[in-house]
């Protein structure tokens, strides 16, 4: 069982960069894909970032893309979001998700089989 927390989450102006982190523990880190996902307020949850198991290949959706890159350190069981250039459709619950089926970044909710309690960011314009 893999346990997942994030962090790093606030209030920023719109332009402005935050950096959320994900903290996972139960499980053998290296071998998970990991995955950024958030939702709005009344939309249905996206995909935002991916990287695979060695952190050697990444995906984006197109409206981060640029602006926001996902990290990891496997030494310290932990992948990162760094967000730049926020504007306030960034505004949402971002949550961290883990594949143990999947080595490489996957897009759709179906492949993650564990997910953290989410971290609210909020774009002001």
């Known amino acids: 069982q893999v346990q997942l927390v994030e962090s790093g989450g606030g209030l920023v102006q719109a332009g402005g960069s935050l950096r959320l982190s994900c903290a996972a523990s139960?499980?053998?880190?290296?071998?998970?894909?990991m995955g950024w996902f958030r939702q709005a307020p009344g939309k249905e949850r996206e995909f935002v970032a991916a990287?695979?198991?060695?952190?050697?290949?990444?995906y984006y959706a197109d409206s981060v893309k640029g602006r926001f890159t996902i990290s990891r350190d496997n030494a310290k069981n932990m992948v990162y979001l760094q967000m730049n250039s926020l504007k306030p459709e960034d505004t949402a619950v971002y949550y961290c998700a883990a594949s143990s089926t999947r080595r490489m970044p996957m897009v759709g909710e179906g492949f993650y089989d564990y997910w953290g309690q989410g971290t609210q960011v909020t774009v002001s314009s």
């Open positions: 990287i695979s198991w060695s952190g050697g290949t990444t």
């Open positions: 139960g499980g053998t880190f290296s071998s998970l894909s």
